[in-house]
């Protein structure tokens, strides 16, 4: 019998306001944080983040992050925590802002915390990093060794990101069931070099169902800027069940 495997994100916290819940997770996994945080939000959020985690570390390190995910900045990045002894990596921003941060982990371990500022992918809780060159041509993809440690989602943060992100996330989403579907049914490997469990396929199902009954009533949140019901659903189906089923 062929080996089945299946992996998440060890913790998910989703919901208005779960940024404050770093106060609480952070001291989990560690006390020097190294926090990777994308140029489009560090403006907005820096002075909340501060105070969220001074009370809770013995120090905390910003580097903000702009550009490219690629291995020249990856490599800065890994030298800008080695310098400041960081234990853990937070990273807060888009795709390329948390697969930059994921290879900082791959290259020095230790836990890594997401936070999503957009909803666009499910960048948030794969162990996946994908790493271009500089000039934006896909070069590679590298792996942690495990998911993200942890995976906070605040959706009034998420509410507030351009609807077109919102919707690219919907559409990334949508396929997964085909996706997750066609790779079991074919006999294919996952991720984790194992046979797919049939919980991957159940998964990748509910986020197409999700999606099928609460996107079109999502979009009224998206425009809004508040969420309700249906736009968490969609969250949680873009940013949680999508990974998980794929």
């Known amino acids: 019998m062929t080996i089945r495997a299946f992996g998440g994100p060890h913790r998910y916290i989703q919901g208005p306001g779960a940024l404050s819940e770093l106060a609480t997770l952070v001291p989990l996994y560690g006390k020097r944080?190294?926090?990777?945080?994308?140029?489009?939000?560090?403006?907005?959020?820096?002075?909340?983040?501060?105070?969220l985690l001074k009370p809770c570390v013995d120090h905390v390190e910003f580097a903000e992050f702009f550009g490219e995910c690629s291995a020249s900045q990856i490599e800065a990045m890994a030298v800008?925590?080695?310098?400041?002894?960081?234990?853990?990596?937070?990273?807060?921003?888009?795709?390329?802002?948390?697969?930059?941060?994921?290879?900082?982990?791959?290259?020095?371990?230790?836990?890594?915390?997401?936070?999503?500022?957009?909803?666009?992918?499910?960048?948030?809780?794969?162990?996946?990093?994908?790493?271009?060159?500089d000039d934006h041509v896909l070069k590679e993809v590298r792996l942690m060794p495990t998911n993200?440690?942890?995976?906070i989602v605040d959706t009034s943060i998420i509410a507030r990101?351009?609807?077109?992100?919102?919707?690219?996330?919907?559409?990334?989403?949508?396929?997964?069931?085909?996706?997750?579907?066609?790779?079991?049914?074919?006999?294919g490997m996952n991720f984790y070099k194992a046979r797919p469990a049939g919980l991957a396929v159940?998964?990748?199902?509910?986020?197409?169902?999700?999606?099928?009954?609460?996107?079109?009533?999502?979009?009224?949140?998206?425009?809004?800027?508040?969420?309700?019901?249906?736009?968490?659903?969609?969250?949680?189906?873009?940013?949680?069940l999508s990974r998980l089923g794929f």
Do not use: H, M, W
Request: with cysteine; glycine share 6%; net charge neutral.
């Open 148 to 151: 993200p440690d942890a995976v």
């Open 80 to 133: 800008k925590a080695d310098a400041a002894s960081s234990d853990l990596i937070i990273t807060i921003g888009g795709g390329k802002a948390i697969d930059t941060a994921k290879g900082v982990r791959i290259l020095r371990g230790g836990a890594i915390i997401v936070v999503p500022t957009v909803a666009s992918n499910d960048a948030p809780s794969r162990r996946l990093a994908i790493v271009y060159t």
């Open 33 to 51: 944080p190294f926090v990777v945080v994308d140029v489009a939000v560090i403006g907005a959020l820096r002075e909340q983040l501060a105070a």
């Open 161 to 187: 990101a351009p609807r077109r992100f919102f919707v690219a996330g919907i559409g990334d989403a949508l396929s997964k069931k085909f996706e997750a579907e066609q790779c079991f049914n074919s006999g």
């Open 202 to 240: 159940a998964i990748a199902n509910q986020c197409y169902q999700v999606i099928r009954r609460d996107a079109v009533a999502s979009l009224a949140a998206a425009d809004s800027k508040e969420p309700d019901a249906a736009f968490e659903n969609i969250v949680e189906a873009t940013i949680l």
